[in-house]
């Protein structure tokens, strides 16, 4: 029988208009059992203020009308809540896809023995170092590399569908490919396609802290990086030349588009266009999904420049990673330059500019 890929699946199931929500990140909570130093989430925890299990289930039967599809369980840590496995089957029994973010380190041979049974449609683990020093410098948490390998030896030993992901940090910089490495061995290779993944970007807190900065890469840095390993630098030039997103009129604020199918959720039950903004949210506790993501997440489309941003004009825009949301947080102003992201675009452009010349691609 012929495989059908789930990429055409999707675009036979969801509705042909381009604002449905298809995917969900739903942030079941923001404990953790690790102390990851550049954790966006780390101090906004409130264990009083997360939603029951009872409210969640509200929201999932909201979205499962609604016609969501992908949902993304993630935290935090998502297996630190006890009412875990009770979440998790019922929206499996709802038929949404599902994808799990976690570190392995806190997941009992319960829950493995249950996923095993019912498999997620995929598992995305943070592997921040593949050595001890480096893996527990990030995590803060003395003997998480140990459990950590084993939860990576649990997971493939029931044949679960397993992705490895790392950040890119000053502490882990000379281990990230070689986590790639390990992570081919590990789970093998076909046909050029891998189970890694890894995240050039760090961001302040949500709750506002910069302490996460100051782990940032260098764009050199980066570049040195995603040459030490074949496939990431072949990734990275598909990108290079990728196509940029829809256009807009140069005083829209807002460039992003992720709102029209993705949304975030977060452990007290807001619902956000952004993970990183609580502008334009709504809580879901009194307004409705369907209100929110149809008649507030497009408030986004109305927002203009209002002063002399240099970002307003700046011709690097679609190849920057700054965007409202991010300037916000690092500065404190929506419209402000961040310079990070700046130098990143410049020498980003510069790169892409050589890729073309390379390989005759026109200006």
Same mark, same amino acid.
């Given at each position: 029988?012929?495989? @059908?890929?789930?990429?055409?699946?999707?675009?036979?199931?969801?509705? =042909?208009?381009?604002?449905?929500?298809?995917?969900?990140?739903?942030?079941?909570?923001?404990?953790?059992?690790?102390?990851?130093?550049?954790?966006?989430? /780390?101090?906004?925890?409130?264990?009083?203020?997360?939603?029951? %299990?009872?409210?969640? /289930?509200?929201?999932?039967? $909201?979205?499962?009308?609604?016609?969501?599809?992908?949902?993304?369980?993630?935290?935090?840590?998502?297996?630190?809540?006890?009412?875990?496995?009770?979440?998790?089957?019922?929206?499996? +029994?709802?038929?949404?896809?599902?994808?799990?973010?976690?570190?392995?380190?806190? *997941?009992?041979?319960? *829950?493995?023995?249950?996923?095993? +049974?019912?498999?997620?449609?995929?598992? $995305? *683990?943070?592997?921040?170092?593949?050595?001890?020093?480096?893996?527990?410098?990030?995590?803060?948490?003395?003997?998480?590399?140990?459990?950590?390998?084993?939860?990576?030896?649990?997971?493939?030993?029931?044949?679960?569908?397993?992705?490895?992901?790392?950040?890119?940090?000053?502490?882990?910089?000379?281990? *990230? @490919?070689?986590?790639? $490495?390990? %992570?081919?061995?590990?789970?093998?290779?076909?046909?050029?396609?891998?189970?890694?993944?890894?995240?050039?970007?760090?961001?302040?807190?949500?709750?506002?802290?910069?302490?996460?900065?100051?782990?940032?890469?260098?764009?050199?840095?980066?570049?040195?990086?995603?040459?030490?390993?074949?496939?990431?630098? $072949?990734?990275?030039?598909?990108?290079?030349?990728?196509?940029?997103?829809?256009?807009?009129?140069?005083?829209?604020?807002?460039?992003?588009?992720?709102?029209?199918?993705?949304?975030?959720?977060?452990?007290?039950?807001?619902?956000?266009?952004?993970?990183?903004?609580?502008?334009?949210?709504?809580?879901?506790?009194? %307004?409705?999904?369907?209100?929110?993501?149809? /008649?507030?997440?497009?408030?986004?489309?109305?927002?203009?420049?209002?002063?002399?941003?240099?970002?307003?004009?700046? =011709?690097?825009?679609?190849?920057?990673?700054?965007?409202?949301a991010r300037a916000y947080l690092e500065t404190g102003d929506e419209e402000a330059p961040v310079p990070y992201f700046c130098t990143l675009a410049k020498e980003t452009a510069e790169e892409i500019a050589k890729f073309r010349n390379q390989n005759n691609y026109p200006a």
């Amino acid at each position: 029988m012929k495989k @059908t890929n789930l990429g055409y699946f999707f675009n036979k199931l969801i509705p =042909r208009k381009k604002h449905h929500p298809f995917t969900g990140h739903i942030e079941l909570t923001y404990h953790c059992n690790l102390k990851c130093i550049h954790c966006y989430c /780390k101090g906004s925890e409130n264990k009083e203020k997360e939603l029951k %299990t009872f409210e969640w /289930k509200q929201i999932f039967d $909201e979205l499962h009308k609604e016609g969501c599809i992908y949902l993304t369980l993630s935290g935090g840590d998502p297996f630190i809540r006890k009412d875990f496995l009770e979440l998790y089957s019922y929206i499996k +029994k709802k038929a949404f896809l599902v994808n799990i973010f976690t570190n392995a380190t806190a *997941v009992t041979s319960q *829950v493995f023995d249950y996923l095993a +049974k019912s498999p997620p449609h995929s598992i $995305e *683990v943070t592997l921040n170092g593949i050595t001890r020093s480096t893996y527990e410098q990030i995590t803060q948490v003395e003997g998480s590399f140990s459990r950590v390998m084993r939860g990576l030896k649990e997971i493939k030993k029931r044949n679960l569908p397993l992705t490895l992901k790392s950040n890119c940090l000053k502490q882990n910089k000379l281990e *990230v @490919t070689k986590i790639k $490495e390990f %992570t081919d061995e590990f789970l093998g290779k076909k046909n050029h396609r891998y189970h890694f993944q890894y995240d050039a970007m760090i961001y302040p807190r949500i709750n506002g802290d910069r302490e996460p900065l100051k782990f940032r890469l260098s764009f050199r840095e980066l570049s040195k990086l995603r040459r030490e390993d074949p496939d990431i630098w $072949e990734e990275y030039q598909q990108h290079l030349h990728a196509p940029a997103g829809l256009e807009r009129r140069r005083d829209s604020l807002y460039h992003c588009n992720t709102w029209l199918t993705n949304f975030f959720i977060n452990p007290y039950g807001r619902l956000k266009f952004c993970q990183f903004s609580d502008k334009f949210s709504v809580d879901l506790k009194g %307004t409705s999904f369907k209100e929110g993501f149809y /008649k507030v997440f497009p408030q986004t489309l109305k927002e203009k420049f209002k002063g002399n941003s240099k970002c307003r004009d700046c =011709r690097l825009r679609p190849v920057c990673h700054n965007c409202p949301a991010r300037a916000y947080l690092e500065t404190g102003d929506e419209e402000a330059p961040v310079p990070y992201f700046c130098t990143l675009a410049k020498e980003t452009a510069e790169e892409i500019a050589k890729f073309r010349n390379q390989n005759n691609y026109p200006a």
